[in-house]
Every structure is written in structure tokens, then in C-alpha cells.
């Protein structure tokens, strides 16, 4: 080990990856240290890596604390809790892991998608009430519907090959990707504009990053364009659904359902409207926890992060391979 090399780690992040980090590097691990931010910028001083999750806010004035960062690590898909450009400026490099928990996303997206469709979750605590409501749970089949996919990346890409094995039709809009683009081809999805995806689809999964152009994007007016039959799902990021406008579209019959892994403020308010709905799905930000998909990506941030001490570059950036400080 090498003590003058110093990781933190502010999250609960841990696994192979981080035993062989602290076998090579002298590793400051804390779980809770991204819920007190004097700590945090008293801590990234003097520390060559910092490991994160998406609770820890990594602003320009924090790194301005950080005198011999050289590394940032996003242990997931996305990093708008990170500050790209004041990292950047600054010459350190930004990991992340792309695509390790893109199956284990895909998985819990049927999961819902499921749940939605046969109404498990109410027929689960009916049954257990003592109750045998065998009328209220009817379902809908998925065979022939249309599954629309917002962002047709690494994660939509694999929600839309399994929905093949259901026999789906497969819609999607993602404005980065051509209609010739590797996704799109093998997965069979037919590229439509943002309006028809949402007119025309009978389960709506969304996979969008967090950025300006995504923040509120499925607000009222796209909301309408939905069928009254139609079921929403989301497990990318809160904050590109306006939550009340949902809720006023559920509550208005505009939409069936919805099930949602994220929300618009994690965790939630004690009182939060979607509580009470029983066409309401709601999850932790779980998506992606399962034992072999965070396996992978501890593994792969932590191959990076030695990389990038290591004086090699990185495999898995956001900006750059290597340092420019």
C-alpha cells in the first residue's frame, strides 16, 4: 500500500473492486459523508480520488477544496450530480460506469412494466387481507402492445430487445441516434417524434439523462397526448417528469398508471400524492442494485481509479483519460 496516495470515498459504495483499491492505496471510506458537506470539503483535501454514488454533490466550489484530486468515480449510468465543466476545468478526470447495470435497469423495467399490467401489488395485499377479489385484478396482456422507449441508449436498447421475446411493437425517440444506428436496427424500433411516441404507445418506459435539454420535459401538455389506457414508467431520473403534473394526470383519468423508481426529490417528502394511488407503482432508485450488476460496476470504477493513479488512462471517462493538472 502506498499511504501517500489517498481515495475517498463519501457513499456506500464496497466490493471487490474497493478491497483491491485498499490492498494498493490508503482508502478513507465514509457511507454517510456526502450528507455534511463542511466534512466533505475538510476530507477531499489532500484525497487523489474521490468515489461517489448520486447523493454526493461534486460542485465547483467543492473542488476548489480538492488541492491533488486527480480522479472522480460515478459508481452508475448517470453524473449530473456532478460539476463536468468546473471538473474539467480543472483537469480531473470523470469516471463512470456506462453500461454494468444496464441489464439489471432493464430487468426491473419488466418487473414494473409486469406489476402495472396484472395489477400484482393490489392483488398481493388483497389476498393477504383475507380477500378474494378475483374481478378487480384483471390485467392486460402485453402481446401485440406498443411499447414506446425514450431514449433508446444502453438501457433502452436492452428494454426494447426483451420486448421482443413478449411480442411487442416496438416505438422509440431518442434524438441523438439515427434511424440506421446499431440500436435502433437490432432491436426492431421504429423511430417516431416525441408527440407520436407518446399518442401511440401503450406502455411508456423513459431512459433519459438529466440535463437542460431533459429537466420537466414530460410536463402536461405531453402528458395529454397519452391514451387513457396507457401506463408510464420511469426509471431514469426524477426530475425529467413533472411530478404534480402526473399526479393531476392520473387523477384526471388521462393515464392508467404509472411506476416510478425515481422521483423528482430523493427520498420523498413524508406526504407525497403518489402515496395514495393505487395505480401507483413506486420503488427506492433500485433499479440498478442487484448483487451482480453493482459486482460490476465497483469493479469498474476501481479499475479506472488505479488506471488514472497508476499514470495510465481511463477506459470508462466522461470528459478525458487522464489528468490535466
Keep these: 500500500m502506498t499511504p501517500s496516495r489517498r481515495i475517498l470515498i463519501s457513499e456506500e459504495i464496497e466490493g471487490t473492486g474497493v478491497n483491491q483499491l485498499k490492498e494498493k492505496y490508503d482508502v478513507t471510506v465514509d457511507p454517510v459523508l456526502w450528507k455534511s458537506p463542511e466534512r466533505l470539503e475538510e476530507e477531499i483535501q489532500g484525497a487523489e480520488a474521490l468515489l461517489v454514488r448520486n447523493q454526493t454533490r461534486v460542485s465547483g466550489p467543492l473542488l476548489a477544496k480538492a488541492d491533488r484530486l486527480s480522479v472522480i468515480a460515478r459508481a452508475g449510468v448517470g453524473y449530473d450530480n456532478i460539476d463536468i465543466e468546473a471538473a474539467s476545468r480543472t483537469g480531473i478526470v470523470v469516471c463512470y460506469s456506462p453500461e454494468e447495470n444496464a441489464v439489471s435497469v432493464a430487468e426491473h423495467v419488466f418487473a414494473l412494466l409486469l406489476a402495472l399490467a396484472r395489477k400484482i401489488p393490489g392483488a398481493n395485499q388483497s389476498v393477504k387481507a383475507g380477500k378474494w377479489e378475483r374481478k378487480k385484478y384483471h390485467g392486460t396482456e402485453l402481446f401485440g402492445k406498443t411499447l414506446g422507449v425514450l431514449g433508446l ?75 387513457p389506457t396507457s401506463f408510464l414508467i420511469n426509471t431514469s431520473r426524477g426530475e425529467v417528469l413533472v411530478e404534480k403534473d402526473l399526479v393531476e394526470a392520473l387523477k384526471e383519468g388521462r393515464i392508467a398508471g404509472a411506476a416510478l423508481d425515481v422521483l423528482e426529490h430523493e427520498p420523498p417528502s413524508a406526504e407525497n400524492a403518489l402515496y395514495e394511488m393505487d395505480n401507483v407503482i413506486l420503488t427506492p432508485h433500485t433499479a440498478a442494485l442487484t448483487y451482480e450488476a453493482q459486482e460490476k460496476v465497483i469493479r469498474a470504477i476501481a479499475e479506472d481509479v488505479d488506471r488514472v493513479l497508476s499514470g495510465r488512462p481511463a477506459l470508462r471517462y466522461v470528459n478525458f483519460p487522464a489528468p490535466k493538472r
Design 153 to 227: 441508449g444502453k438501457i433502452g436498447f436492452r428494454v426494447a430487445l426483451r420486448a421482443r421475446a413478449f411480442a411487442m411493437r416496438i416505438l422509440a425517440h431518442d434524438s441523438y441516434l439515427s434511424r440506421t444506428h446499431l440500436h435502433v436496427t437490432e432491436s426492431g424500433a421504429r423511430m417516431v417524434s416525441l408527440d407520436q411516441l407518446m399518442a401511440e404507445s401503450d406502455f411508456l418506459t423513459v431512459h433519459l439523462p438529466l440535463n437542460r435539454e431533459t429537466r420537466g420535459l414530460l410536463e402536461s401538455r405531453l402528458l395529454r397526448r397519452m391514451k
